[in-house]
């Protein structure tokens, strides 16, 4: 941008104090020492990755037989984890699982004619809860 920016800026030559000069030197200085680290990631329903944990439940043969057992399957963010997993189940169900299972489950490759694709990746989590505990995963999510 040198071709066209042609004219020259000047420079503000008005005399300033030293005494100002170190007195904006310390209130930088000040302000670099109250900045601390970012406190590590907190897994809770209203953590980083929002409110929006369980997406919905899966609905398949293989889920259906699960639900008998006591085992309730989600599809979830991409980015929850266990414990966010955990608590968003807690949160939305009053219930505490025993055990979270998450596993990625990649997109199928896809042909819409002559063009290809691929549909999106998505998280599964199954949820074992303790026995003789229920959930009606159908209407809530």
């Known amino acids: 941008m040198g071709i066209l920016n042609r004219k020259k800026q000047t ?4 005399p300033v104090d030293a005494a100002q000069k170190t007195k904006a030197s310390d209130e930088k200085k000040d ?20 409110k929006r ?31 966010d997993i955990k608590h968003a189940v807690q949160a ?9 299972h998450v596993s ?13 694709g691929k549909r999106a990746d998505w998280k599964k989590a199954t949820v074992t809860l303790p026995k003789g505990k229920h959930i009606d995963i159908h209407s809530g999510v």
Not at 92 to 100: D, L
Not at 104 to 116: D, L, P, Q, S
């Open 11 to 14: 420079k503000d030559t008005t």
């Open 31 to 50: 302000d670099a020492k109250t900045v601390s680290a970012s406190p590590r990631k907190k897994h809770t329903v209203e953590g980083p990755i929002g």
């Open 53 to 83: 944990v369980l997406l919905g439940a899966h609905v398949s043969e293989k889920a259906a037989t699960g639900e008998e057992n006591g085992r309730y399957t989600f599809r979830v963010a991409l980015n929850a984890t266990k414990i």
């Open 92 to 100: 939305q169900y009053s219930v505490m699982p025993t055990k979270v």
């Open 104 to 116: 990625n489950v990649e997109g199928k490759r896809v042909r819409f004619g002559k063009y290809k």
